[in-house]
């Protein structure tokens, strides 16, 4: 399996996942200004949508969208323990997260990475961030992670997306449960590994 990437963006969700499964797995970065891999690839002919992530498997196919990929790669270790089982009420609740990290959280950040974006556009950006955010504040009340006491290709996703916040200066300060879960997550060996190989950390 072959992962495309940028370093730090949502892609890098997948990297921790398979980071977490203990399989085999390439990666080649993707240049966003001028859509090629590192390989010299076009990648517009890997992925029409243009961004990452996507994944090459091994029949040569291509899987985009992060949500379909974390659940791909979780499924492909059962015993990770990255998802619970297809068809129970706890997959759904999976999906429930990932859905919601994807169009609430994701995309909430996308204007505070958009220089053109006027401030108004900004700041109503990050009002809905700190309502977002809240609730996950309340949903760790008492459990370590997003799912309870074992970590979910969920978590490798809220990281990816919460951890912009070093980038675009969204303030966490408000939400120390949710600072606590990032210094959690963050530790992990295979996050680390992730953020290494993205060049985010030494």
Same mark, same amino acid.
């Given at each position: 399996m072959?992962? %495309? %990437? !940028?370093?730090?963006?949502? #892609?890098?969700? #997948?990297h921790i996942a398979l980071h977490e499964t203990g399989m085999p797995f390439e990666i080649e970065k993707v240049d966003f200004a001028t859509k090629k891999t590192a390989g010299g690839g076009d990648f517009m002919q890997i992925n029409p949508k243009g961004y990452v992530p996507a994944v090459r498997l091994d029949d040569g196919s291509i899987l985009t969208e992060c949500g379909a990929i974390?659940? %791909?790669?979780a499924d492909q270790k059962p015993g990770s323990g990255l !998802?619970? $089982?297809a068809g129970t009420m706890e997959r759904y609740r999976l999906q429930e997260w990932l859905t919601f990290i994807g169009t609430e959280i994701h995309k909430t950040f996308s204007p505070l990475f958009n220089k053109a974006a006027a401030e108004e556009v900004? =700041?109503?950006?990050?009002?809905?961030?700190? $309502?977002?955010?809240?609730?996950?504040? =309340?949903?760790?009340a008492n459990k370590p992670y997003l799912m309870g006491d074992g970590f979910s290709v969920a978590d490798a996703y809220l990281f990816t997306v919460v951890n912009w916040s070093n980038f675009t200066g969204f303030d966490l300060s408000q939400f120390?449960?949710?600072?606590?879960?990032m210094a959690r997550v963050g530790a992990r060996q295979t996050v680390q590994a992730a953020m290494?190989?993205?060049g985010l950390v030494k």
């Open positions: 072959k992962l %495309y %990437y !940028a370093p730090g963006a949502c #892609s890098m969700a #997948s974390l659940q %791909y790669i !998802a619970p $089982k900004k =700041t109503n950006a990050r009002n809905l961030l700190n $309502k977002r955010l809240g609730y996950v504040e =309340t949903q760790l120390p449960r949710l600072r606590e879960y290494k190989a993205e």
